[in-house]
């Protein structure tokens, strides 16, 4: 791959549960879950996404940050042009979203105080000039733009966000883009029975591979640059 032709995108990266970050709250189930989950979900980005992003910069890698309306507004001066969306059609069970919403996350997930202060984690926030994009169309129309078509993902969460959410792997892939996702630089929402295995992880690897795209190991990705 060329690396005039190679995005790294850095997805999901909050700052729940990260030191000066938000707290990972008891009342309600957000982003990772619960703490332990919070906390492999730090080391990785101390010890693999921080080393991978710094990587990309050095070799000339386009950095691109994907991240929700909430979080990009925050970055005016990196926030990519607004494409906006068509309105979504109506539910066709009113209010069923907000119901399993509160069913899975807890009652008044929405409520919670800590959306206002969620942000990229800090150390990967974007450097002047990285794009912070929120949606499909917004992440295509800046790739075609660019040349890229190789996009390596580092992120969160593997068998959700990274899968399905806007500009993810599966849409991207859709519209014909090369979908790298570096292993040791994710990690899925895990339950008190998986974790310890690691079991949704690998699992959702295994699905990305086989219907998705590609996946590397941050060694590969590091000597590929010539950065062991």
Request: glycine share 8%.
């Given at each position: ?13 909050w ?54 309306e ?28 907000v119901?399993r ?24 926030k ?103």
């Amino acid at each position: 791959m060329r690396v005039e032709e190679t995005a790294f995108v850095e997805f999901h990266c909050w700052n729940v549960g990260t030191p000066g970050g938000v707290e990972v709250p008891e009342a309600f189930w957000v982003f990772m879950g619960f703490p332990e989950t919070h906390r492999v979900m730090w080391r990785i980005v101390e010890k693999c996404i921080k080393p991978a992003l710094e990587a990309a910069r050095r070799a000339g890698i386009q950095v691109i940050h994907v991240q929700p309306e909430s979080i990009a507004s925050k970055y005016p001066e990196n926030r990519v042009s607004r494409i906006e969306d068509s309105d979504p059609p109506l539910e066709a069970i009113p209010g069923y979203n907000v119901m399993r919403a509160e069913m899975t996350h807890g009652k008044g997930y929405m409520r919670w105080e800590g959306w206002s202060r969620l942000d990229i984690c800090e150390p990967l926030k974007p450097l002047p000039g990285e794009p912070v994009i929120v949606t499909t169309e917004e992440m295509d129309l800046f790739c075609r733009e660019q040349g890229i078509i190789n996009l390596i993902y580092a992120g969160f969460a593997t068998n959700l966000c990274i899968l399905d959410s806007d500009a993810a792997m599966k849409p991207m892939r859709r519209l014909g883009y090369r979908c790298i996702l570096l292993r040791e630089c994710t990690l899925a929402v895990e339950h008190h029975d998986t974790l310890d295995e690691m079991l949704n992880t690998r699992t959702a690897i295994r699905y990305i591979e086989t219907w998705v795209g590609y996946t590397a190991s941050l060694q590969d990705f590091l000597s590929g640059l010539g950065q062991e």
